[in-house]
Nanobody
């Protein structure tokens, strides 16, 4: 089992920044690709970003490219999502997720085995 705990959410004005953290425990962190997803009220959970085991590969949803940056610190068993130039449409509950990495990055919710409890991000206009 992998346990994931997100933190760093909050209320921010449009144009502002937040950094989300996802602390992992339970298994060897470097065996897992780490993803971030988000779910706005009344909408499906959607892919935001993913990073490979040692950070060499990343991928982003088109809606966040150039504004969000995913990273990881394997010494701290933590993944991060730096969010800049936030927009009201970024308002959602943000979830981190993990899956064993075999060389392919995955973008679908169903491809991830482990999930955190989520952290709320609210961007005011």
């Amino acid at each position: 089992q992998v346990q994931l705990v997100e933190s760093g959410g909050g209320l921010v004005q449009a144009g502002g920044s937040l950094r989300l953290s996802c602390a992992a425990s339970g298994r060897t962190f470097t065996n897992y690709a780490m993803g971030w997803f988000r779910q706005a009220p009344g909408k499906e959970r959607e892919f935001v970003a993913v990073v490979s085991t040692f950070g060499g590969r990343t991928n982003y949803a088109d809606s966040v490219k150039g504004r969000f940056t995913i990273s990881r610190d394997n010494a701290k068993n933590t993944s991060y999502l730096q969010m800049n130039s936030l927009k009201p449409e970024d308002t959602a509950v943000y979830y981190c997720a993990a899956r064993l990495y075999g060389g392919t990055l995955y973008f679908a919710r169903g491809d991830y085995n482990y999930w955190g409890q989520g952290t709320q991000v609210t961007v005011s206009s």
